[in-house]
């Protein structure tokens, strides 16, 4: 078995050690194994791979030639790093990236005419993330003094020109300078939401995404993982195992229907593939990935919560519970596709179980005793399956009281998934969370039919995620008991703790308030003074059965996020 090191670190050329994280945390890794994550993730085996000596000797002739005329031409060295199925040249400006003349299990590059298309394949598919970085597809030509890019000679070979990025882009490398921020958080869920809105979808007939490649892949997985498990095995790791599993294949089973239910829906697309911290990076002020997959077609026509999955896997291995659901929300809230929530545990223990079989082999490589990374991430795996904590909090109070502040605090802390009223009202309009609806809905939103037609919304994506053992917070108004009744039946009838979230606040504060979320134009909110002065006289407060299970929030006096967590997990 190989291990590859990341493009994303070749491309940044930043090399920086691993970084030991507390228990359930995993190492800060820049490595991955090529291919290892499939459909739902499954370890390839490494060892049915070919090559043709020769063939690889004469390659690395012509790297060593094209280097040398790169520092020629540059007059500055010029870093050469080899991966497992690549070389990369790094200019102070360019990186050229050429893939060996391989044959592995997962891919074939032995034949010019094949790295060519993959080539180009690694073009089109990352030009739809990162068009600045990749410029285009060149030549490696014959010449008196050996390998060139480009001229007239006969053609050797073939890269990928692409720019380089500053060093510390990478979110790998800002989380471990403390640098990831919610808006770099906020604007990357936004962007894969868009780009997962207009990637192709799979093919009829096709078998991405089914039921039986989700079953093949689970039995790869498992096999994978019991092949680099050996030493870092212990009796208590040995029932943790056995239990894990089980649950893998009883989601399996459990999860069949919803994912033949999103093949239907158009849920399998081509993704990204590979969107792990190291993949994902600021550019030019932006947020987006890069270095997708473009050698294995099953390892990007997945589910789209399955793209996303491992983003949240990574920034929750690395202890970043806050930013992993924060991402998590965020991206829900710009797609509206809370049906696939079900499955996001699932993708995201599969997420783990890969980077732990990775772990094992970099850690077999360089002959590492502790095998402790391994042990992280099975244990964060296994922490991750039985971590289902199904209960179901509701916001109550009038515009300007906190309601989402607080439940995003909430959802951060607890890892939970939250619905907004305000988004799915527009979203029955096909309005973004941002966008008016003045001059653009006759009539308005804000009708009677709507509100109900919301509030149905918003009880069956909290049906959803509480079915799946999630944590739930519906932000809403809730005014009236008819609107929070619903929802307090609705956790009866799945046996899990109901509480609401009673946000209070003066009327003047209240006003105060709106004025300057309609100045800032970034809530989804649209209620102004009137609507509040309309809505003061609508409320009917918790009656004494309800205040029995309300959590209790004055704006004019703070609770710590820490409290407001402690008191909703402790209601039993």
Known sequence: MVLDVSDATVLNAVVTSAKRVPLLRAHASRVFLSGAVRTGANLVNMTNMSTDDDALAQAR?????????????????????????????????????????VRLPFLDFTTLAARRRFCEEELRLNRRL??????????????????????????????????????????????????LAAHHIDAMAQRLSDFHRDVAVAPPGSAFGSAASHESATRRLIEGVEACRGEAASPAMDVEWLALRAWLDGQRQALAPLWEARRRDGRVRECHGDLHLANVLQLAGAATAFDGIEFDEELRWIDVLDDISFLAMDLLAHGKR??????????????????????????????????????????????????????????????????????????????????????????????????RSDVERKRLFGLSALQSSRDRVTGGIYDKATTERTYARLHAVAHV???????????????????RAPFATLAASLAVPFSIFDCQASLPLLHRRLEQRQASGVDPSEADAAVLERLSGADELLDEQEQAVAIVIDAAQPVPTATLAQRWLAVA
Not at 150 to 162: H, I, K, P, W
Not at 371 to 383: M, P
């Open 61 to 101: 002739e012509h790297v060593t030639a094209l280097r040398a005329s790169l520092e020629a031409r540059e007059g500055r060295p010029v870093r050469l790093i080899e991966t497992h199925i690549s070389w990369v040249l790094l200019t102070d400006t360019l990186a050229y990236k050429l893939k060996k003349p």
């Open 130 to 179: 990162a068009p600045s970085l990749y410029i285009d597809v060149v030549d490696v030509r014959e010449s008196p003094e050996g390998a060139r890019f480009g001229g007239v000679e006969r053609v050797l070979d073939v890269a990928v020109r692409m720019r380089r990025f500053p060093d510390g882009a990478l979110w790998s490398e800002m989380l471990a300078a403390g640098t």
């Open 322 to 419: 806050a930013l992993a659901f924060r991402f998590v929300n965020a991206y829900l809230a710009a797609s509206g596709d809370y049906d696939g929530v079900p499955a996001l545990r699932f993708y995201m223990v599969c997420r783990a179980l890969v980077r732990a079989q990775v772990t094992a082999i970099r850690e077999r490589q360089v002959q590492s005793e502790a095998r402790r990374g391994t042990v992280d991430y099975l244990a964060f795996a296994s922490a991750l399956s039985i971590s289902a904590d199904g209960r179901l909090a509701i916001t109550h109070g009038l515009p300007g009281s906190g309601k989402s502040f607080v439940s995003q605090r909430v959802l951060e802390a607890v890892g939970a998934i939250r619905v």
């Open 465 to 483: 995620a509480l079915g799946a053992g999630w944590p739930v917070v519906v932000d809403g108004a809730f005014l009236t008991r008819s609107e």
